[in-house]
């Protein structure tokens, strides 16, 4: 027999279980409920997903795509369908995090205890977010001002959107970063817009009903921690996938070619003048039939060679090749629908599957040429545009897996820098706005789309501001960018000497462009331009042992070679909202000149002492300065303890030379710098196949110690002779020749 006592306990305990089960509410957005998961990437970061349910209660696992890298990552660290009224405490990493319900809320903590994010879902799935007021970064290429914050962007696509005349070719990529300290980068959905007008930053969901991973939901996020600066693009890179390293001569200058008038002979006659007139040069880019009347090949779409351009390909490919020129050509017309994986498909898929299209071009890879020009691309979905990077890096290696593949496109989305692809801005409108604003965009696009990265030098679409002087100062900028590529209509007077001549070539004016014309003819005469384009031509080419370095230094860390000044330089608050300035590595602070008739700017120095590239004169930093800079200078400066290789002029990166490598040592500070050096051409830098050479300088003692790096696993290049120039109120010169093994050079008097 049950007591009145023991009923009084069992309806208090039936009581307290129900209130228990009324206090687990289950996790609901847009009405739907959801599985909360958190995953831990690292210390510094963490994946935030919520899948919804089917109508048996069943979670929808995310779909995969090419966005992400390859996950490797261990299994959630905390999961619920279901959160109590009370807050759910973890902890991953370096922070402890708190999550409650109605609305879905997690906080995030660092070591501190200070809150440096806080995720609000919204019932419309509208994601709110803790920001700064201090500047941030990202969303891609193409979008205006370096600083996003108090903005707003739609994250359009493609190369109408926005202004592109002056920004360029928008690709999108949901990835910012908070100089305050904290990044997070938006996986799923794919299409929303960022408002960044008040307190809290949101992120507004883009309802497409035909594309499933543009829907409200699933919703998937990473957030990561910086404790420094480069943390952002670290993480970035494992969570979608690092850069591979390019071939060497793609760090050479690229010229690109438009309408054939003169067909096969213009092919050749190009590259003869390029040799003859000694203007360093290393691929030869040909656009194809239908953007001009006579391309490299028969029409929009097609890869088959054009008799009328190319009468004997193989011929006058190998001919080229016999004077050490790259071949790169242009192809468009890509399916809407391309999708798939590089092998072949168990049943015929027809040409918009990825290894079905790319069956198109082995014929025309098999000629020899070492590059493709993926261009267009506008309409094809997230997907379809990842697809098409990875088309061009796989389908390259399954024909040559020994050789680094090369692509140049102007599409793309978060994770296509795994795949090798390089970006350049679309076809920018001739404008001294443009080359302006191309200096942000540059380095918003090195810090959250591609490490490789630039835009058409002069400008695609000529306007009445076209001008020996704006091809000058655009040559100039372009010498300090990953991509030193020349590329417009008027062709002509887009090649290094075409302003010596007076004619612009094939008239390609475009009438119902608006504000496009051809610059007046009083102006195509300008004998002043080639050799300001020889001179970053042959600095541009002594730089690439810098260079070349510094891409390493990218594949390793994520650094990408043009930089914010806020990388290096966090808590200048001068230095964080520059925007007209960045550092070429970490050592060279370019200043690029983009006013018409300008002969001298201001330019902020960060903290340190600095030498003027040109003029070897001091200046100490942490304030502006204002420098001299005609026509034939841009303003390059260099920090104490930099020390700079410098190679002798080479008119192709790989051309012998029996004169010595310079190094030059800025003295003030001491500094070290990693030398790195490989075949340039294969992918065995994979496998530990490359060397470098340590540089230290010691300021106090005047001592240089020349060491091979504590790491290298082969003998690849050790052997060299050195120019070793020590900058200080004088030069100072020392020849050494430098035998693998530790050499200490004294300075000292």
């Not at 991973?213 to 919703?219: A, F, G, R």
Request: glycine share 8%; charged share 25%; aromatic share 12%.
């Amino acid at each position: 027999m049950i007591t009145i006592k023991r009923l009084h306990s069992f309806i208090a305990l039936l009581i307290l279980l129900v209130q228990n089960i009324s206090a687990q509410n289950p996790i609901k957005i847009m009405d739907e409920n959801l599985e909360l998961s958190i995953t831990a990437i690292s210390d510094y970061s963490i994946r935030m997903t919520f899948l919804p349910m089917d109508i048996s209660g069943n979670v929808i696992p995310l779909k995969q795509d090419l966005v992400l890298g390859k996950q490797k990552w261990a299994g959630p660290e905390f999961k619920a369908k279901t959160l109590n009224d009370e807050a759910k405490t973890f902890r991953i990493g370096v922070f402890t995090g708190r999550i409650s319900n109605n609305p879905v809320l997690v906080s995030l903590y660092d070591s501190s205890g200070k809150e440096f994010q806080r995720i609000t879902i919204t019932e419309e799935g509208v994601v709110k977010f803790l920001k700064s007021n201090k500047p941030i970064y990202g969303l891609g290429s193409g979008g205006q001002k370096l600083n996003k914050n108090g903005s707003y962007e739609s994250m359009d696509k493609g190369h109408r959107a926005h202004e592109y005349q002056i920004w360029g070719s928008k690709i999108p990529v949901p990835f910012l970063i908070d100089t305050e300290g904290s990044s997070i980068f938006f996986h799923r959905p794919y299409s929303g817009s960022f408002d960044l007008r008040n307190e809290e930053g949101l992120y507004i969901p883009r309802e497409n009903s035909k594309m499933d991973k543009e829907s409200t939901l699933p919703i998937d996020l990473f957030i990561t921690r910086l404790d420094y600066p480069g943390r952002a693009i670290s993480e970035y890179n494992l969570i979608t996938g690092r850069a591979p390293l390019p071939p060497k001569w793609a760090f050479g200058y690229m010229q690109s070619h438009r309408t054939l008038a003169r067909g096969p002979e213009e092919v050749m006659e190009t590259a003869r003048i390029f040799r003859s007139k000694k203007l360093p040069c290393d691929a030869l880019i040909y656009l194809g039939t239908g953007y001009c009347p006579i391309g490299w090949n028969k029409g929009h779409g097609t890869v088959e060679f054009n008799p009328e351009a190319f009468d004997k390909p193989q011929e006058m490919i190998d001919r080229l090749h016999e004077d050490n020129f790259k071949i790169v050509l242009h192809v468009n017309r890509a399916p809407n629908s391309l999708h798939g994986e590089m092998k072949p498909p168990e049943t015929d898929k027809g040409m918009d599957y990825a290894y079905n299209y790319w069956q198109m071009h082995k014929e025309v890879l098999s000629t020899g040429i070492e590059g493709w020009w993926p261009d267009d691309g506008d309409g094809l979905p997230v997907d379809g545009r990842l697809t098409r990077h990875m088309i061009y890096y796989e389908g390259s290696l399954l024909e040559q897996p020994d050789i680094r593949p090369f692509s140049l496109h102007r599409t793309g989305y978060a994770g296509m820098q795994k795949f090798g692809g390089w970006i350049w801005s679309g076809d920018v409108f001739s404008l001294w706005a443009t080359l302006k604003a191309h200096v942000a965009v540059g380095i918003n696009a090195s810090l959250s789309a591609s490490p490789y990265w630039g835009t058409d030098i002069g400008g695609f679409t000529p306007t009445s501001e076209y001008s020996g002087e704006l091809y000058a100062r655009w040559f100039q900028f372009a010498a300090f960018t990953p991509l030193f590529r020349s590329h417009g209509r008027l062709w002509y007077l887009h090649r290094p000497w075409g302003w010596s001549t007076g004619d612009m070539g094939p008239n390609e004016v475009v009438p119902t462009h608006t504000g496009s014309t051809a610059p007046d003819s009083s102006k195509l005469l300008n004998e002043k331009i080639e050799p300001i384009c020889k001179k970053y031509l042959e600095l541009r080419y002594r730089l690439i042992p810098y260079v070349y370095s510094a891409a390493r230094e990218n594949y390793d860390t994520g650094l990408p070679i043009m930089r914010a000044l806020w990388l290096h330089y966090p808590d200048d608050p001068y230095a964080v909202k520059c925007e007209d300035e960045y550092l070429w590595g970490e050592n060279i602070l370019v200043a690029p000149i983009t006013r018409e008739g300008a002969v001298n700017r201001d330019v902020y120095l960060p903290e340190g002492l600095w030498y003027g590239f040109w003029s070897k004169r001091r200046y100490y930093g942490k304030t502006y300065v204002n420098v001299y800079a005609d026509l034939s200078t841009i303003p390059l400066f260099v920090k104490a303890g930099s020390i700079i290789p410098l190679d002798p002029v080479r008119q192709y990166v790989d051309e012998p030379s029996d004169k010595p490598v310079t190094i030059k040592i800025y003295t003030g500070a001491d500094g070290v710098f990693k030398m790195y050096e490989d075949d340039g051409i294969s992918n065995d830098y994979k496998n530990s196949e490359f060397f470098r050479t340590v540089f230290q300088w010691y300021d106090n003692d005047k001592i240089l110690i020349i060491e091979p790096y504590a790491n290298n696993e082969t003998e690849h290049g050790i052997s060299k002779s050195l120019l070793i120039e020590v900058i200080s109120d004088s030069t100072i010169e020392k020849n050494v020749e430098y035998k693998g093994e530790r050499l200490a050079v004294n300075f000292k008097e």
